[in-house]
């Protein structure tokens, strides 16, 4: 390492980003997160956060008030869903069907919370049944837990209908759409979704650390009705909505200085997701999931999880026997600047995942990636 005042500007290629995020980030939310930095109190900065806040409820399709965008990743919306919700005690299904659901367990357990585990295989979605059976078994639970789209298998599971089945029992439901938000169907006050987050690195194509969150109202009461303060002083939304919602009196109160330039480049990317439009965003990357698969296929590459449960953005497949899976990724890096992901947890070195994110989504990245893999694995 060189001593510290001859280090070089840090300068990262170009590389094409088809692993499991960050994916590809639009070249104009690059240009957005260069503009110049201003107050975070600034008149016009508070202008761009209620743009901000209703392009986030446009993207979830949600009218709920308490939205906004956590200064931190996907993990930490995660977190501000339990450490805000969950009180000591309380009970809460948790739905594991991969890596992130295991961490939906720990976090429950984490705030004192009583985690009851419905567990399906990897590579399968939550299967609704399970779920019933479980809330049945559990009539004091007072949530729902799950991952929409499971980014370590690539499996999808149904929303809607685990959200009914949460309203059917009095459960409220906490939804990771970390993956989904973006490149699949997703309607948070349709399907009764309470409490949702999001990350900026997968279908919004934006830079990594931002985690778009949004309440519903029967969230938000139970907020208010905590016999026990949050835990964490930094998720508290009820501390957090001080800075994010002008009050009545119209003003925001300091609470964290936002990470400015971060939320230009999230403005830019959920106003290029509108301007697209969402249906045909989710379109677009069903479109790109099939080329890629017919291509995947003709190579001799198996599916981790069957068509009816598969995510267009997130392509699980088996690693052929007999292949070195670090040489191939390795090459596919240095010779074609391209990234797939290795697999993770149950799936680490038997799978590759490969991402059709966002911009990413793009018929010049599914031929880039389909010859590459042929030509390193011929
Ligand atoms: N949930 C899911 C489904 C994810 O895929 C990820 C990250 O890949 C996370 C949560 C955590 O997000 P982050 O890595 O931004 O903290």
Same mark, same amino acid.
């Given at each position: 390492?060189?001593?510290?005042?001859?280090?070089?500007?840090?300068?990262?290629?170009?590389?094409?980003?088809?692993?499991?995020?960050?994916?590809?980030?639009?070249?104009? $939310?690059?240009?957005?997160?260069?503009?110049?930095?201003?107050?975070?109190?600034?008149?016009?900065?508070?202008?761009?956060?209620?743009?901000?806040?209703?392009?986030?409820?446009?993207?979830?399709?949600?009218?709920?008030?308490?939205?906004?965008?956590?200064?931190?990743?996907?993990?930490?919306?995660?977190?501000?869903?339990?450490?805000?919700?969950?009180?000591?005690?309380?009970?809460?299904? $948790?739905?594991?069907?991969?890596?992130?659901?295991?961490?939906?367990?720990?976090?429950?357990?984490?705030?004192?919370?009583? /985690? $009851?585990?419905?567990?399906?295989?990897?590579?399968?979605?939550?299967?609704?049944?399970?779920?019933?059976?479980?809330?049945?078994?559990?009539?004091?639970?007072?949530?729902?837990?799950?991952?929409?789209?499971?980014?370590?298998?690539?499996?999808?599971?149904?929303?809607?209908?685990?959200?009914?089945?949460?309203?059917?029992?009095?459960?409220?439901?906490?939804?990771?759409?970390?993956?989904?938000?973006?490149?699949?169907?997703?309607?948070?006050?349709?399907?009764?979704?309470?409490?949702?987050?999001?990350?900026?690195?997968?279908?919004?194509?934006?830079?990594?650390?931002?985690?778009?969150?949004?309440?519903?109202?029967?969230?938000?009461?139970?907020?208010?009705?905590?016999?026990?303060?949050?835990?964490?002083?930094?998720?508290?939304?009820?501390?957090?909505?001080?800075?994010?919602?002008?009050?009545?009196?119209?003003?925001?109160?300091?609470?964290?200085?936002?990470?400015?330039?971060?939320?230009? /480049?999230?403005?830019?990317?959920?106003?290029? +997701?509108?301007?697209?439009?969402?249906?045909?965003?989710?379109?677009?990357?069903?479109?790109?999931?099939?080329?890629?698969?017919?291509?995947?296929?003709?190579?001799?590459?198996?599916?981790?999880?069957?068509?009816?449960?598969?995510?267009?953005? +997130?392509?699980?497949?088996?690693?052929?026997?007999?292949?070195?899976?670090?040489?191939?990724?390795?090459?596919?890096?240095?010779?074609?600047?391209?990234?797939?992901?290795?697999?993770?947890?149950?799936?680490?070195?038997? /799978?590759?995942?490969?991402?059709?994110?966002?911009?990413? /989504?793009?018929?010049?990245?599914?031929?880039?990636?389909?010859?590459?893999?042929?030509?390193?694995?011929?």
């Amino acid at each position: 390492m060189l001593p510290a005042p001859f280090i070089e500007p840090f300068s990262p290629p170009r590389r094409i980003l088809m692993g499991p995020g960050p994916s590809d980030v639009y070249p104009e $939310v690059l240009a957005a997160q260069s503009k110049p930095t201003i107050g975070h109190l600034d008149p016009l900065f508070v202008g761009m956060m209620d743009e901000l806040k209703s392009l986030i409820q446009y993207a979830f399709q949600t009218t709920n008030e308490m939205t906004l965008a956590v200064s931190a990743p996907g993990s930490a919306g995660m977190e501000t869903c339990f450490v805000n919700l969950v009180e000591p005690g309380e009970k809460v299904i $948790v739905c594991r069907n991969g890596v992130f659901g295991e961490r939906m367990r720990q976090n429950v357990e984490r705030v004192g919370g009583i /985690a $009851v585990v419905v567990d399906n295989e990897w590579g399968e979605a939550v299967d609704a049944d399970l779920v019933a059976s479980a809330l049945v078994a559990n009539p004091d639970a007072k949530f729902l837990a799950f991952v929409h789209a499971e980014t370590s298998t690539g499996a999808l599971s149904d929303a809607k209908a685990l959200c009914a089945l949460a309203k059917q029992h009095d459960c409220l439901s906490i939804v990771d759409a970390v993956t989904s938000l973006g490149g699949v169907e997703l309607r948070v006050d349709e399907w009764g979704i309470d409490a949702i987050y999001s990350g900026s690195q997968k279908c919004l194509s934006c830079v990594p650390g931002l985690s778009p969150v949004s309440f519903s109202p029967a969230a938000v009461e139970k907020l208010k009705a905590r016999q026990t303060p949050v835990q964490s002083w930094f998720l508290d939304q009820t501390l957090v909505m001080g800075y994010w919602d002008a009050s009545s009196d119209g003003k925001r109160s300091y609470h964290h200085t936002a990470p400015v330039n971060a939320l230009y /480049a999230l403005h830019e990317s959920l106003r290029l +997701l509108a301007a697209e439009g969402l249906e045909l965003a989710w379109q677009r990357h069903a479109d790109m999931h099939q080329v890629l698969r017919h291509g995947l296929q003709r190579l001799g590459l198996r599916f981790v999880v069957t068509e009816a449960d598969r995510l267009p953005q +997130l392509n699980a497949v088996y690693i052929p026997e007999g292949i070195d899976d670090a040489k191939i990724r390795k090459q596919l890096l240095e010779n074609y600047n391209l990234e797939i992901g290795a697999g993770l947890g149950a799936l680490a070195g038997k /799978a590759w995942r490969i991402g059709l994110m966002g911009y990413g /989504a793009r018929r010049e990245n599914v031929a880039l990636c389909l010859k590459a893999l042929e030509e390193v694995l011929a």
